[in-house]
């Protein structure tokens, strides 16, 4: 069996450099590296070469495109049981857009273990969140500008937050197994 290392996952249009960033501050808080794949490489190659080390995978592109080997890459995460987790950015109303449910949907009906979703950066509205019914993680600041600027208590519950959204991924994984 191979090592169960979380694939992150955008759901919908994510800019490579707000991804990118989000995924690094992320693994940075998860401990271990960060492996980056994209969606056009083979999902069979990377996944029967997967290194059993801590850390994330970041997974760039559309990963419910189908790859000409003939399956996405959603495909191959439910098929080789690699907990997922999907990356959303919210739009610049700061609603979430309907990529979010239709991905959890689609990670369902492909048996893709989801552990849960982030919102990437914008405004961290709970109650909205609660109410949508998704399996919602958290916030994943996208702007590490906030946490050199803020005055060292705001600095730290952000720290703080980080740390508890790292906590709530690393428990929901268990279920995932």
Not at 25 to 41: K, N, P, T
Not at 42 to 68: E, F, I, N, T
Not at 125 to 144: E, Q, T, V
Request: proline letters at 8%; glycine letters at 10%; one cysteine or more.
């Amino acid at each position: 069996m191979i090592a169960p290392i979380p694939f992150l996952v955008g759901a919908g249009s994510l800019p490579e450099s707000l991804m990118r960033q989000g995924c690094l501050r992320l693994a940075s808080a998860w401990g271990g590296g960060l492996i980056h794949y994209c969606c056009s490489e083979s999902p069979r190659q990377h996944l029967a070469a997967l290194p059993k080390q801590k850390g994330l995978v970041q997974l760039s592109g559309d990963a419910a495109m189908l790859h000409p080997e003939g399956m996405s890459w959603l495909e191959a995460l439910g098929a080789w049981r690699q907990p997922t987790v999907l990356i959303v950015a919210p739009l610049l109303s700061g609603d979430i857009p309907g990529v979010a449910p239709a991905y959890v949907s689609l990670c369902k009906s492909l048996a893709v273990p989801l552990v849960g979703i982030l919102q990437l950066g914008g405004a961290w509205d709970i109650s909205n969140r609660k109410a949508d019914g998704l399996p919602w993680c958290g916030l994943l600041p996208d702007d590490s500008g906030e946490l050199m600027s803020a005055p060292t208590g705001d600095c730290l519950e952000q720290e703080l937050s980080l740390q508890n959204v790292v906590a709530l991924l690393r428990r929901r994984m268990l279920l995932c197994q």
